[in-house]
């Protein structure tokens, strides 16, 4: 059976846009343009085949655009515009017709609208001011990395520029009100997190510290709490370092980080009270992994080096979590995002 993904990338060099790669027999092919949009760092799709990315125009400035997906090559249904840079992040809410974006330069959360015809209207924003942290990516103010559900609908944001994690309450219409706020200790410089619901914890990864943090969730307060802090790198790596993307297997059983610098995919395994062991460390055949992601029944896993323009394939055991590379030469031109078709 042939899988797709849709492939956000940066534009900067030789990449045009969106763009879809087919997974078959175990192996990456067949690499084709969706849609020529500017930056398209990342990337979702909704149920109704809509392509919702991150967009980004001529003038420099930035929002998202919503696409038409049941065509190739998709069509434009409409763009909002309206930032002085392109978002980091962009996800979908089914259940309330929204989506999310985060503004990593600007500080900004906003929440859009999806309109009957798969249009984007914006409803909503929030503004994180000021930064904490003591690095020096974290001097010029709030970043907010990532903004996406947590398994009770609440909104989680991350916030690399001020070492903390948001949780917001949404309304039916989109209206974001803020719940709680964790610090984490200064530098951590968080990334992206995924939650577990069955073990009411998070896995936070944090790109300046490279360290996976595991968070306590009390879904009643809609709350977190440190609980344990691991590296994700060898303790002899000297040379710069940056945590990325984190995965988690639907088992709830292991967890998956990327790290740019190392360039290695870290494996860890979460036992039932949900502390983590690093038991794996896999380079990913280039340079730069920014994105990685399972196919449908997680016993593959594909990963994007950006700066080296390929695709790494592996084979995921998923009795004790570890990858075996199984092809690395597939182009990829600046590749940033992998997110499977629906």
Request: aromatic share 8%; charged share 25%.
């Amino acid at each position: 059976m042939t899988e797709k993904f849709l492939i956000g990338t940066y534009t900067k060099k030789s990449s045009e846009g969106i763009y879809e790669l087919s997974l078959d027999a175990d192996k990456l092919s067949d690499l084709k343009l969706v849609a020529k949009v500017g930056n398209p760092t990342y990337v979702t799709q909704s149920n109704d085949n809509r392509i919702y990315a991150v967009d980004k125009d001529a003038s420099g400035k930035g929002g998202a655009i919503a696409l038409d997906g049941s065509q190739r090559p998709a069509t434009e249904i409409n763009k909002v515009i309206e930032e002085n840079t392109n978002p980091a992040y962009i996800t979908v809410d089914e259940n309330r017709q929204l989506v999310y974006t985060a503004n990593y330069h600007t500080g900004e959360v906003k929440v859009y609208h999806i309109g009957d015809d798969g249009e984007l209207n914006f409803v909503d924003k929030v503004v994180h001011e000021g930064s904490v942290g003591p690095r020096p990516e974290q001097q010029n103010g709030a970043h907010p990395h990532y903004a996406d559900l947590t398994p009770d609908n609440r909104l989680a944001v991350v916030d690399l520029g001020q070492d903390r994690v948001y949780i917001y309450d949404v309304t039916d219409n989109g209206k974001l009100t803020e719940v709680s706020r964790l610090d984490m200790e200064a530098g951590f410089g968080p990334r992206h997190i995924v939650f577990d619901a069955d073990k009411q914890v998070a896995y936070l990864a944090g790109e300046l510290s490279s360290k996976l943090a595991v968070l306590n969730y009390d879904a009643d307060k809609g709350a977190l709490s440190a609980k344990q802090t691991i590296s994700t790198i060898p303790d002899d790596w000297t040379e710069h370092n940056g945590a990325a993307a984190i995965r988690m297997s639907k088992d709830g059983k292991f967890i998956y980080l990327s790290n740019r610098g190392h360039n290695s995919l870290a494996v860890f395994e979460s036992d039932d009270d949900a502390n983590v062991k690093l038991i794996q460390l896999i380079s990913t055949e280039g340079d730069f992994p920014r994105d990685f992601n399972f196919n449908g029944d997680e016993s593959l896993v594909i990963c994007l080096n950006q700066n080296t323009n390929n695709a790494t394939l592996y084979s995921r055991n998923a009795d004790n979590g570890k990858l075996t590379i199984i092809q690395k030469d597939f182009t990829v031109p600046e590749g940033v995002c992998v997110a499977p078709e629906k």
